[in-house]
């Protein structure tokens, strides 16, 4: 039987003064409806099975009618768990998969929705309660109810990790494992899909869920927006499985799975911010509301810049997930498509490819949350578009089982006849006596019966737990410990800090002597390179109060040979500071918390990891010392090359439109990420020849934008030698590589140290991480002020140019691009047809359809492994799908798209006057290495042990870059100069060539016909 996707449309509280811009309305257990009022859309009305308001806060914020939110019923947590909840119990505990799928604007309740608060900081986070609250989202009402019904013979195993651009977290895994989005996607026997190496935990009870949500989810990416002050940064995917006993056939068991999808926010990447907020209280109808009031954009613009370019990477594949929901339901209407099946395509990006297959055998819930205000009307109406398309879909649900072992079978007959037993003895049958024991015999038989169905979950349990021994045993030969095994210690300690919460605190330097000391022969021996002999090192010692059989209460910095940072300020040689609670210390480049158990203020009183970089990277922007003035020597080589920035867009923007202080604090934000930026490539240079990978070069450079204020965006072009190629990626991305390689470089130390055996994993080697990455190659322009007048595009004029991004913007290639004019959206091509359109001001108040081709990608400077065409046309993203494996310099695509506008407005030929562009992204064919970066590799084993690189075992090519980088930054400011000037001149001849050539002389036939 064929069931359709189940929509809700829920409505988040007011954050802002505004007109009301929604009316919801239930009319029936499942007939609800959304109206968008004071609109200006020509469809306002959107039927869908849930219509959920909970705008508390218009009596404050609301500017008009406000009769319609009074009549408007509230919709709580608890009513939405009453309207759903209970059938997705019953969905789970028949053995169907469920997924919750949870999507919208960022912080229009997507989360709140799903799960609750789940901010590990505040009161009224969800798992911070065993029993039902107020505020508990969808999974924790199901989780606590089946935990409730929980009977011998259940099984829980939980699964939670986090999809960032192209990689997958496992926020479950105490290692830190991250791996390529595609290793390991799998569909597991019945069909579902399955990420086979993140962990799977066995729960046993409602407290041991929490527990693990909780530490798990401190670990998610998350970061503040002006739409959210906690917007997560990613797609979170979590899944509870529920194996049960079959009702009907004792030999087999059923699993129940939900799936909760909570997605990254579905905004414009370009429309973000990175926030500052404000949190405020105030009363309301006798109840406490708190608001995170926004301040406005944060002060470092790099944050910003950051989340924009992450951002563009993630709307594609939501932008993929709408595109599906879209031709899904065309083939719907079309019926050309049975209940339960897909279209083909739509596999290139994590969220497609991992829940496109499943939710269609599912049964699925989509959550789609919207604002209530005026202001977010263009977001709301995208969102209530991409939920019509979800809420025609049909689905064809089908059920997991599996067979019962023998022992499973033999455990449940015998703890049946334990309770038969247990029950004769209870009423009396038996007498009183024996009671006790057998009950102590069913619980035995209990937990046997819990450890022979944990199976495999048990097992990779257990190896999880001897490798973090392992690791533990390996980091303690250096003085390090995990926290996972010493987050209880008594002792004053040092804990890693990272602005990304994936990889903070997981080490501690424990300092359990009256001495110790930092640096290679140390008592602790860090593994950053720029960590030196008697780096630094701590004294710790009582008053004479204490108790010296206690933890030591004061504790020493004193400074030494290497490089050491005190709260922002560095420490002289034979300096000595007094440690206070939270002090942060920089030890080689590695950013430390001081903690003092029992002494530690309250935990709201800590510093962000955010707040600690930023001091550290102010006290290297003010450094003076050597090296801080060759960086300086670089950044005067980028000082020019943004001189001819600013001089090239000059002609371009008025000084009304220049905001001089926003300016300087943009061109200081683009000062700090290069300061930032080039250490790190030079010490990353020194790992990947130590990984016997010195094919690969680093360099940041500058990509020309259209930025009013003419700022340039910083990149980081990676050169693999071996092949003659660069690709340039973005800072965030590089950053990311940067922590992975590091990484894998401390456990070959370690394992060559232990004299074990390690290979890093094909996708972790340094040049499938920096090189295997997908970028934008290029851009193709198109003037398409010809489309007003219904002329198809030339001949001659269907291949264009694609322009590199980066200097020296030369031609990389050329890209077919035809649009052809349609009578209609399901009209076919008509070679004949031809729009009697003399004035554009003619189209106004007429419909617009055409039909785009793009076809060959020809003469690319790189073999293409991937290859995709992105653009945006009326405001609306596209992309085709993705080719996958080319290994090509010429991709063909067969993408065809109808382009319709119901009634042409001054709006929407003014965008038809402005140039078009469409982008094409790709990833570089990664040729076979011939070495493998492991223990058997003896030129890394050299290398390794002896700090630098000595010997280079042929699996890559020396590069030998670093003596001449100066020149070629220096040489690059003269490419250019020399380019913005060849650009500027191929713009006027793109404006003056054939393709206006051809509209200018179809104007002048209209005029003489018309004559």
Not at 49 to 56: E, H, I, N, R, V
Not at 589 to 609: N, Y
Not at 830 to 851: A, C, H, Q, V
Request: aromatic share 8%; charged share 30%; glycine share 6%.
């Amino acid at each position: 039987m064929s069931v359709s996707i189940k929509v809700a449309i829920r409505c988040r509280p007011w954050t802002i003064d505004d007109k009301l811009g929604v009316e919801m309305t239930q009319n029936g257990e499942e007939e609800g409806e959304v109206e968008l009022l004071n609109s200006s859309y020509s469809t306002t009305r959107f039927p869908y099975s849930y219509s959920w308001w909970t705008g508390a806060g218009y009596k404050k914020h609301a500017k008009s009618n406000l009769d319609v939110c009074e009549r408007m019923k509230m919709v709580s947590q608890t009513d939405v768990y009453d309207s759903v909840g209970q059938k997705i119990k019953a969905d789970l505990m028949d053995g169907n998969a469920v997924v919750l799928f949870a999507y919208g604007l960022s912080g229009s309740g997507k989360t709140f929705t799903v799960f609750g608060p789940d901010a590990a900081d505040i009161p009224e986070a969800w798992f911070k309660h065993s029993e039902p609250h107020d505020l508990w989202g969808l999974f924790p009402h199901l989780a606590y109810d089946l935990f409730k019904e929980k009977q011998d013979g259940w099984k829980f195993s939980m699964m939670y990790f986090q999809n960032v651009v192209d990689i997958v977290r496992d926020l479950m895994s105490p290692m830190v494992d991250e791996k390529s989005y595609k290793s390991g996607m799998r569909k597991d026997k019945d069909g579902f899909m399955n990420i086979d190496w993140c962990q799977s935990a066995t729960l046993k009870t409602w407290d041991e869920l929490r527990e693990q949500f909780m530490k798990s989810n401190a670990k998610k990416a998350i970061s503040p927006t002006q739409f959210n002050h906690q917007s997560t940064r990613g797609h979170c995917i979590m899944t509870l499985e529920v194996e049960m006993p079959m009702p009907s056939n004792p030999a087999m068991k059923q699993k129940g799975r939900v799936y909760v999808c909570d997605l990254a926010g579905t905004e414009p990447a370009g429309d973000i911010f990175y926030a500052d907020y404000q949190k405020i209280k105030y009363m309301e109808d006798g109840k406490e509301i708190i608001e995170h009031k926004l301040k406005g954009p944060h002060k470092d613009q790099r944050k910003t810049a950051e989340l924009q370019n992450q951002g563009k990477k993630i709307n594609l594949s939501l932008s993929e997930m709408a595109q599906f929901f879209m031709k899904m339901a065309e083939a719907v209407k079309k019926k050309t498509l049975k209940p339960g099946k897909s279209i083909p395509g739509c596999n290139s990006f994590f969220l497609c490819k991992y829940l496109k297959d499943t939710m269609l055998q599912a049964r699925t819930y989509l959550f789609c949350a919207i604002r209530p205000e005026v202001t977010y009307h263009p977001y709301t109406f995208s969102t209530l578009g991409f939920a019509t398309n979800a809420s025609v879909i049909k689905l064809a649900p089908k059920k997991a089982t599996a067979n019962m072992t023998d022992k499973e079978r033999k455990l449940m007959a015998e703890m049946q006849e334990l309770k038969d037993l247990l029950a004769q003895y209870q009423s009396g049958e038996m007498g009183g006596k024996g009671g006790a024991d057998m009950a102590a015999l069913l619980a035995a038989k209990q937990k046997e019966m819990e450890a022979a169905m944990d199976g495999e979950n048990g097992n990779t349990a257990a190896k999880n737990d001897a490798m973090m021994k392992q690791q533990a045993e390996e980091y303690g030969r250096r003085g390090i410990h995990l926290t996972h095994f010493e987050k209880d210690t008594k002792f004053p300690y040092f804990i890693n800090l990272d602005e990304d919460p994936f990889r903070s605190n997981r080490f501690m330097y424990i300092l359990s002597k009256e001495k110790t000391v930092f640096g290679p022969g140390g008592d602790i021996k860090p593994l950053a390179l720029s960590v030196t002999k008697n780096h630094c090192s701590i004294e710790n010692s009582h008053t004479e109060a204490t108790d010296i059989t206690k933890a030591f209460d004061t504790c020493t910095l004193v400074g030494g040979t290497g490089e050491t940072v005190h709260n922002g300020k560095k420490v002289k040689k034979d300096e000595r500071i007094a440690l206070k609670s939270f002090d942060r210390v920089v030890i080689g480049g590695e950013l430390l918390l001081f903690r003092q158990p029992g002494v530690d203020p309250a935990e709201g009183d800590l510093p962000t990891a955010s707040e600690a970089v930023e001091e550290y990277q102010n006290c290297i922007a003010n450094a003076d010392n050597e090296q801080q003035r060759a960086l300086e020597e670089q950044m005067r080589a980028f000082q020019a090359e943004k001189d001819q920035w600013k001089k090239d867009n000059e002609d371009q923007m008025s000084q009304d439109e220049i905001a001089k202080e926003e300016h300087a604090r943009a061109m200081a934000a683009v000062d700090r990420e290069i300061l930032e930026l080039l250490p790190k490539t030079k010490e990353l240079k020194k790992i990947v020849g130590l990984l016997d990978r010195d094919c690969l070069t680093f360099d940041v450079t500058l990509q020309r934008t259209d930025d009013k204020l003419g700022v340039p965006k910083v990149k980081v072009k990676v050169i693999n030698n071996l092949s003659d190629e660069s690709i340039i990626i973005d800072p965030f991305e590089f950053m990311k590589s940067y922590s992975v390689v590091k990484d894998e470089m401390m456990r070959l130390s370690m394992a060559i140290e232990s004299g074990r055996d390690y290979e890093v994993d094909e996708d972790k080697d340094p040049i499938k991480m920096l090189f295997d990455n997908t970028f934008q190659l290029g851009t193709t322009t198109i003037f398409p002020e010809y489309l007003i007048y219904g002329l198809s595009t030339d001949e001659d004029e269907e291949n264009q140019d694609i322009k590199n991004i980066s200097a020296p913007y030369n031609n990389v290639g050329k890209l077919q691009v035809v649009w052809n004019p349609l009578e209609g959206p399901d009209a076919e091509f008509d070679d004949d047809y031809m729009p009697e359109i003399d004035d554009p001001s003619d189209l106004i108040g007429k419909p617009w359809t055409y039909r785009l081709k793009i076809g060959s990608c020809a003469a690319l400077p790189i073999i293409v492994d991937e290859c995709q065409i992105l653009y945006t046309f009326n405001g609306q993203e596209y992309s085709t799908d993705k080719l996958m494996e080319q290994s090509t310099h010429n991709p063909e695509f067969t993408y065809e798209m109808v382009h319709h506008v119901d009634c042409v407005d001054q709006e929407f030929l003014d965008y038809l006057m402005k140039p078009f562009e469409i982008d094409i992204h790709c990833s570089p064919k990664v040729m076979g290495l011939k070495t493998k970066v492991s223990t058997s590799n003896k030129a890394i084993v050299d290398n390794l042990k002896a700090g630098v690189m000595v010997s280079s075992g042929g699996g890559a090519v020396g590069a030998g870059v670093e003596s001449g980088e100066l020149e070629k930054l220096r040489a690059r400011v003269k490419e250019l100069e020399a380019e913005n000037a060849a650009l500027k001149e191929e713009n006027l001849a793109l404006k003056g060539g054939k393709v206006v050539g051809s509209l200018e002389e179809a104007k002048a036939l209209d005029k003489s016909i018309n004559q």
